[in-house]
């Protein structure tokens, strides 16, 4: 049966950039939710000092939960090779990072769509540096996850491999034992793509998940691709929300996922109003897998 991990969407500001909350007090809150683990972001404040890791992941098993899996963003797309060579290295950190916190499952994008770049050379340079990062995941036993993104917080352009055909050829492009894919349904909407026929091609090849819900303050989806191109941060349109009452059909994902045996972890990447609607969000999930495992 697969796990259910919380991801501290509400409290990123809090978290990563002023500090007015600790790790502590969130994985004091996160306890009460009744989920197995808690999915980390590299760029948590406290992370910064590794020799802090190994305390996080005592203190997160104290309160009976684990941490899975590790968020970050490295950019391979970028045209000068020594840029890439740093994401690289950036990478091999995460990747350590995620093995001292006891988790199995670390992150990985293509890169910024940058408008120079054929889908073809943004492929080759994605897929090369992805394969550069593999054998040091392999050493530390944990698999690469490929997410179809939307866009960094901190990025100018979105991602790469955002769109389906784009996303699949570099899945493609990657084939070994420790790479996978992190399937978020909510982001298919945003490349204007069908989440399902997304699912339905890569399947196989799926060993995590981010559970959302998507949801539009104003205007179409067809406005946010208007204005999606070159802007920092997510577009104002956008807006995450509770799980179950959004964009997606979770029957139809969980029927496609269990009939290809998917047993993996599903991170809850909503609740941006706070632990109550994340308390909401959870509980639709463990009802939705209790439903179909």
């Given amino acids: 049966m697969p796990k259910l991990a919380a991801f501290p969407k509400a409290y990123m500001q809090a978290l990563c950039k002023d500090g007015s909350m600790k790790l502590a007090e969130w994985f004091k809150l996160a306890s009460t939710l009744g989920v197995d683990g808690l999915e980390f972001y590299a760029g948590f404040l406290e992370m910064e000092d590794s020799a802090l890791w190994p305390v ?6 104290d309160l009976g ?3 899975p899996m590790l968020c970050c963003s490295p950019d ?4 000068d090779a020594a840029f890439r060579s740093r994401e690289v290295a950036k990478q091999k950190r995460w990747i350590d990072m995620t093995h001292a916190l006891g988790g199995s499952y670390c992150r990985v994008l293509s890169g910024q769509r940058r408008p120079e770049l054929t889908m073809d050379e943004g492929v080759k340079l994605a897929a090369d540096s992805i394969h550069a990062c593999l054998p040091h995941a392999q050493e530390r036993g944990v698999t690469l996850i490929l997410e179809n993104h939307y866009k960094d917080d901190f990025w100018e352009y979105p991602e790469f491999a955002q769109k389906l055909e784009v996303f699949c050829a570099l ?3 990657v084939q070994h ?5 992190n399937y978020d349904p909510s982001n298919a909407y945003i490349a204007g793509d069908d989440p399902l026929e997304l699912l339905r091609r890569v399947v196989g090849r799926v ?3 981010h559970a959302s819900d998507r949801y539009l303050l104003s205007g179409t989806l067809e406005d946010l691709r208007r204005e999606e191109g070159g802007s920092l941060g997510y577009v104002a349109r956008l807006r995450h929300g509770e799980i179950g009452k959004g964009l997606n059909d979770y029957d139809a994902i969980f029927t496609q996922l269990k009939v290809a045996g998917f047993n993996g972890w599903i991170s809850i990447e909503d609740g941006v109003d706070g632990i109550e609607q994340l308390q909401r969000s959870a509980d639709f999930l463990k009802a939705k897998i209790a439903q179909y495992w």
């Fill in 56 to 61: 996080f992941r005592r203190q997160v098993a």
């Fill in 65 to 67: 939960m684990v941490i």
């Fill in 76 to 79: 391979f797309t970028h045209p």
């Fill in 171 to 173: 899945v493609d492009a």
């Fill in 177 to 181: 034992p420790f790479f996978g894919v």
């Fill in 207 to 209: 060993v995590t998940m």
